[in-house]
């Protein structure tokens, strides 16, 4: 192994810049650590003149990223230009057929093509590693797919979006609503190209259906998640939410139940004091539960030139290190196709309504939540505007189709002015 | 790789148990996982007969864990014996002279004999792994390792002993002091043979040195480590502390400084709003800090059958795999003796003192402070008892040595009645 591990790096934008970064800083260390040489042989990006504030001069350099890909100097093709099609997954089943090892941060092109490309590499004693696809600088694909390997794992959970964590934790910080730290992020530049990626909880559930297929052995499915954005999160659900003592987060949650797997990505009410409830700002966190090791929480910076580098590099170290997983930490032949449950196990929920401030409607809704089997744990009646009262209700566990059956019957009443929030409870 | 893995384990305790159940339990996951079948060759413990809940009948019996460490039909010896010397020792010494890998959970053992151990295993090319060795289930020795590989550590902090944590965090509360807590610790079985393993923090203080190692390229220095243990926190400080927006930890912080490695296990103030501060109970918490990585933190079971024996199979399926690391991820030759820095870098500290209710006395403390270079955060004087009062103070960050003097003179003023308390605040 003394042999350099030889990169070809496509994408020079803010990951790939930070990869060349760290070889180029950190080569002792790297080396110390590895045991080999970490080179970089040849580059591909859009523009060679950019300014990148580093230089490229030691290394070759493709305008196409397929022949990057099939380089007789390259031994790990390095995917960082993201995209689901087009020339990312060219590159990378090039590289794959060429029988090259694969590092990518392409979350979209693993959650869309990831059975396809992990038989691929399989079929040519090829690795395709991601760390960098999940969870920016968490080691969590490690951590799921060796750590925790000899766990039956029961349910994986995370705030995976940082966009829309800062969004949700500021809302309730400043007291402005989301178009207006909406457009902030714009700003900052905290939004991708497309913003529904980000706020429509697409990019979050892609890292998830990654997730669910490490935990519970499954084939990719990302058309099987329930996905639901942030972008209908009222500045007083936060509010009233944080009077009942939780906090609303984006959170994605893989669980097996009898009746298949069951993937969502929406917002949730978390406890305000729990692990997943603190978590402020651009931070991710996944929380892991394994017959054997009960609960892991991972937390770290979800985006970011350093943190996601650190995640691509450190994929690259396992490659020097000789390191060789199935891509879903079995393979890929045997992942099955699970059956897609959607809301099968129960939860309490947060309900919020706007009730006609007449005698008897909150009997109304009472009974109708009775009716439907839905016992009340907390119900509050907050400020009237006009003929409206607002009520706030959390509900006891109870079955998604329940509630829907109790917000039908709600609505026929007619006392409830419009349609009646609902938001899932997570419990940890 | 169609091989089975065969393995002996020496120790039947909790956690030798634990690993046995996983792998009677969940021999397909672990095969599908692994490719491999993972068997039991042989096992040895003290008493033979005693009922552990679990089959051994299929399995090799060893009176002797030398013998088991060295038959022909383990390619792996398991210790789960526990003990710096003696057998464990021994044992792992015999398996590793026979080529073969080691699993260990002994932190006491790889605290003091790291080094010496990891040259003989690198020289015979035989592994020693050790997640379960270091906050039970997280696999934070991979993280470190392997994870964040690419990353100059900058520091790496941890609460590494849930009894401690459990002791600090019922203190607060339940507002009964050190003592009751200790007792009911010992009925509950959370204590070591030698209590002192965990209370006088050198159970954590075992497990620092690991990463410490692991994280700056040094050799294990346990002898380095600056160690305090929790016996003289007291409930005043707790809640001071808390009133303050604090809560004390036993906390673990290695960090390279500019003269040398920094290693301390001490109580410490955190903010308690920070992820440490909030951990509550026998739960652990481990966070590094790295150049490109910025922050990770990891949390989880610090201890108990099912966390344990997680982690001790995450090393076995490892090693299933073909995975082949230096034993602190880096050669040991290449380990560096570094010089022990204590108390170099500045730190806010929390002191508590009684003084004398008596014009003037405030001032003198003020001016021994300020004497000494060192100028305050907050001040405020709680209840009186008699004739005195009890002064909490928090300075800003000071170096060490200028609070010891302070300290020094502020004992030559007379208005102090009793040793000042002092409590180093960590920044997060």
């Known amino acids: 192994?003394?042999?350099?591990?030889?990169?070809?790096?496509?994408?020079?934008?803010?990951?790939?810049?930070?990869?060349?970064?760290?070889?180029?800083?950190?080569?002792?260390?790297?080396?110390?650590?590895?045991?080999?040489?970490?080179?970089?042989?040849?580059?591909?990006?859009?523009?060679?003149?950019?300014?990148?504030?580093?230089?490229?001069?030691?290394?070759?350099?493709?305008?196409?990223?397929?022949?990057?890909?099939?380089?007789?100097?390259?031994?790990?093709?390095?995917?960082?230009?993201?995209?689901?099609?087009?020339?990312?997954?060219?590159?990378?089943?090039?590289?794959?057929?060429?029988?090259?090892?694969?590092?990518?941060?392409?979350?979209?092109?693993?959650?869309?093509h990831g059975q396809a490309l992990?038989?691929?590499?399989?079929?040519?004693?090829?690795?395709?590693?991601?760390?960098?696809?999940?969870?920016?600088?968490?080691?969590?694909?490690?951590?799921l797919t060796?750590?925790?390997?000899?766990?039956?794992?029961?349910?994986?959970?995370?705030?995976?979006?940082?966009?829309?964590?800062?969004?949700?934790?500021?809302?309730e910080a400043t007291g402005q609503g989301y178009n207006v730290l909406f457009d902030e992020c714009a700003k900052l530049g905290y939004l991708e190209a497309d913003p529904n990626l980000d706020v429509g909880g697409i990019d979050a559930a892609h890292k998830l259906a990654l997730l669910s297929s490490i935990a519970f052995g499954t084939k990719v499915d990302f058309a099987g998640i329930e996905i639901e954005g942030i972008q209908r999160v009222t500045l007083?659900?936060?509010?009233?939410?944080?009077?009942?003592?939780?906090?609303?987060?984006?959170l994605g949650v893989a669980q097996k139940t009898g009746r298949g797997l069951e993937q969502r990505m929406m917002p949730c009410l978390v406890p305000a004091q729990s692990p997943l409830g603190v978590l402020e700002g651009g931070t991710n966190m996944v929380v892991v539960e394994g017959h054997a090791v009960e609960q892991v929480v991972l937390r770290?910076?979800?985006?970011?030139?350093?943190?996601?580098?650190?995640?691509?590099?450190?994929?690259?170290?396992?490659?020097?290190?000789?390191?060789?997983?199935?891509?879903?930490?079995?393979?890929?032949?045997?992942?099955?196709?699970?059956?897609?449950?959607?809301?099968?196990?129960?939860?309490?929920?947060y309900l919020r309504m706007a009730l006609t401030d007449k005698p008897g409607a909150l009997a109304k809704v009472a009974s109708a939540l009775g009716d439907a089997g839905i016992s009340i744990d907390r119900m509050r009646q907050r400020e009237h505007d006009g003929d409206v009262a607002t009520v706030i209700i959390v509900t006891h566990k109870t079955a998604r189709p329940a509630l829907d059956e109790a917000m039908t019957s709600m609505d026929s009443t007619g006392v409830v002015q419009e349609n009646p929030v609902a938001i899932r409870i997570e419990a940890l």
């Open 1 to 112: 192994m003394t042999q350099p591990l030889r990169l070809g790096i496509a994408g020079l934008g803010t990951v790939g810049t930070g990869v060349v970064k760290i070889i180029r800083q950190q080569a002792a260390l790297l080396t110390k650590r590895t045991g080999r040489s970490i080179q970089i042989s040849a580059v591909s990006a859009r523009s060679r003149a950019k300014d990148r504030g580093v230089s490229l001069s030691d290394y070759g350099w493709e305008d196409d990223p397929v022949a990057l890909a099939t380089r007789d100097d390259v031994d790990v093709f390095v995917e960082l230009m993201g995209g689901a099609e087009g020339s990312a997954k060219a590159a990378t089943e090039a590289a794959l057929a060429a029988g090259k090892d694969v590092v990518t941060a392409n979350k979209a092109m693993l959650a869309m």
């Open 118 to 143: 992990a038989e691929l590499a399989e079929s040519k004693n090829a690795n395709i590693r991601y760390e960098a696809a999940v969870a920016g600088g968490i080691p969590i694909i490690k951590a």
């Open 146 to 171: 060796e750590g925790l390997a000899a766990n039956e794992i029961s349910r994986v959970m995370g705030v995976m979006n940082g966009t829309c964590n800062y969004i949700l934790t500021r809302m």
């Open 236 to 250: 007083d659900d936060i509010t009233h939410a944080a009077d009942m003592g939780y906090r609303i987060k984006l």
């Open 300 to 349: 770290g910076p979800g985006a970011g030139e350093g943190p996601t580098a650190s995640a691509v590099m450190g994929d690259i170290c396992d490659i020097a290190r000789g390191l060789r997983l199935p891509v879903f930490g079995q393979p890929a032949a045997t992942l099955e196709a699970a059956p897609v449950a959607q809301s099968v196990l129960p939860a309490p929920y």
